[in-house]
């Protein structure tokens, strides 16, 4: 049985939220963090954050969500930071070529700082 994945947000929905996943993103998990993100897009925000360090095991279904929102935000000029820092997740974005897609970042620090020098 697959841990329970749990989706935390926090920061100002107007600059950049930071949503956190701990546990596994999968089939059963991805309508949910879909609404949360779309939910996040509305307020318009220049980037949103999705923290990973916490995920144990991320699938396609999982990915194709982070895909989605990569590109609505780049739709509306903004961007979408992933930060993974271990090798399961990290791995899997290498794999996929998504490592070239995607911002990847190894800690909140990271983003934040990426986030300054762009603004």
Same mark, same amino acid.
């Given at each position: ?23 596994? @993103?999968?089939?059963?998990? +991805? &309508? /949910? $963090? #879909? ?8 307020? !318009?925000?220049?980037? =949103? ?32 930071? @992933?930060?993974?820092?271990? +090798? &399961? /997740? $990290? #791995? ?8 070239? !897609?995607?911002?990847? =970042? ?14």
């Amino acid at each position: 049985m697959a841990e329970e994945c749990t989706i935390e947000v926090d920061g100002d929905y107007s600059s950049a939220p930071v949503v956190s996943l701990t546990g596994a @993103v999968d089939i059963a998990v +991805a &309508p /949910v $963090l #879909r609404r949360t993100l779309i939910d996040l897009t509305q307020h !318009a925000p220049q980037a =949103v954050i999705v923290d990973c360090s916490g995920v144990t095991f991320l699938d396609s279904s999982g990915l194709g969500v982070l895909i989605g929102v990569m590109k609505r935000l780049k739709h509306h000029d903004g961007q979408l930071i @992933v930060v993974a820092d271990h +090798a &399961p /997740v $990290l #791995r899997l974005f290498e794999m996929t070529g998504l490592d070239r !897609a995607f911002t990847v =970042v190894a800690s909140r620090a990271e983003a934040a700082r990426l986030l300054a020098t762009a603004g």
